[in-house]
């Protein structure tokens, strides 16, 4: 199983590696109890070659590869597209994602257009001093929702400003025990195959989008290419969604696509 962390505190010994690496440890022990060994691979996002989206809309009509900063975007892109399980880790600042995870979304945006992490299992973490963590946890699934993931859950822990390694351990081992086991399940038994009701509706608002796109947009011969313009089409990816599931999601994603400008 290879899992790829995306940790976006600068903070190398900060509140949120801490909670990642407790969670990176939990991940380990299940995979050895499991007779499935697990294969981490960590990005602190804030110290990488990253530079700020330009609003230029190259990705989205050149390509990806045509951005012009030219830097370790599509390398972190290779990363998640090998990878099994991602975990996405921001602290909250001032009631969001921190900055370097909210460029990394950003940059990421052409993903929005041609939804390409779908089939990839990913788990939300959140730290924070002492607010709530809702709205940045809805920040991060909308973003991976719309780019296709499978989330297999989140969860948020306060932290105060500089909690002790020793006291996230003592306080939260639990709750991040019963959160590792929850994403090693999820990418281990592969649900993503069996997409959320949410998920399904996301496809549909997509695929009537970018079907009545410009027919000679990047976008419109992406979705053609991979068959998603097709009517049949349901999902990304083959799944086990049942009629029950799918047909209410083809009639609310085609409700919501016509609020979509």
Same mark, same amino acid.
């Given at each position: 199983?290879?899992?790829?962390? *995306?940790?976006?505190?600068?903070?190398?010994?900060?509140?949120?590696?801490?909670?990642?690496?407790?969670?990176?440890?939990?991940?380990?022990?299940?995979? #050895?109890?499991?007779?499935?060994?697990? #294969?981490?691979?960590?990005?602190?996002?804030?110290?990488?070659?990253?530079?700020? %989206?330009?609003?230029?809309?190259? %990705?989205?009509?050149?390509?990806? #590869?045509?951005?012009?900063?030219?830097?370790? *975007?599509?390398?972190?892109?290779?990363?998640? *597209? !090998?990878?099994?399980?991602?975990? !996405?880790?921001?602290? *909250?600042?001032?009631?969001? $994602?921190?900055?370097?995870?909210?460029?990394?979304?950003?940059?990421?945006?052409?993903? %929005?257009?041609?939804?390409?992490?779908?089939?990839?299992? $990913?788990?939300?973490?959140?730290?924070?001093?002492?607010?709530?963590?809702?709205?940045?946890?809805?920040?991060?699934?909308?973003?991976?929702?719309?780019?296709?993931?499978?989330?297999?859950?989140?969860?948020?822990?306060?932290?105060? !400003?500089?909690?002790?390694?020793?006291?996230?351990?003592?306080?939260?081992?639990?709750?991040?025990?019963?959160?590792?086991?929850?994403?090693?399940?999820?990418?281990?038994?592969?649900?993503?195959?069996?997409?959320?009701?949410?998920?399904?509706?996301?496809?549909?608002?997509?695929?009537?989008?970018?079907?009545?796109?410009?027919?000679?947009?990047?976008?419109?011969?992406?979705?053609?290419?991979?068959?998603?313009?097709?009517?049949? %089409?349901?999902?990304?990816?083959?799944?086990? !969604?049942?009629?029950?599931?799918?047909?209410?999601?083809?009639?609310?994603?085609?409700?919501?696509?016509?609020?979509?400008?």
């Amino acid at each position: 199983m290879k899992i790829l962390t *995306l940790m976006s505190s600068f903070r190398k010994h900060g509140n949120t590696a801490h909670v990642v690496e407790l969670f990176h440890q939990e991940l380990k022990s299940l995979g #050895e109890q499991n007779g499935e060994p697990v #294969e981490i691979e960590m990005l602190q996002v804030g110290h990488m070659d990253l530079g700020l %989206c330009r609003g230029c809309r190259a %990705c989205f009509d050149l390509g990806e #590869e045509k951005c012009p900063l030219q830097d370790e *975007l599509l390398a972190v892109k290779d990363k998640i *597209l !090998a990878a099994d399980g991602i975990l !996405a880790a921001s602290p *909250l600042y001032v009631d969001d $994602v921190n900055g370097i995870m909210k460029n990394l979304i950003d940059r990421l945006a052409h993903v %929005c257009h041609r939804p390409q992490f779908a089939g990839k299992t $990913v788990y939300l973490l959140a730290t924070s001093g002492g607010s709530p963590a809702g709205h940045t946890l809805r920040t991060l699934s909308t973003a991976w929702l719309t780019w296709g993931a499978h989330l297999a859950g989140s969860a948020s822990f306060m932290t105060g !400003a500089k909690m002790p390694p020793d006291e996230i351990s003592e306080r939260y081992q639990e709750k991040i025990a019963r959160s590792a086991g929850k994403f090693f399940r999820a990418v281990n038994q592969e649900r993503y195959k069996n997409p959320s009701f949410i998920n399904l509706v996301v496809f549909r608002t997509q695929q009537r989008a970018w079907s009545n796109a410009p027919q000679d947009s990047l976008d419109y011969q992406y979705w053609k290419k991979q068959g998603w313009t097709d009517a049949q %089409c349901s999902y990304y990816i083959p799944h086990q !969604a049942g009629i029950l599931k799918t047909g209410p999601a083809k009639g609310v994603g085609w409700f919501l696509s016509l609020f979509m400008g």
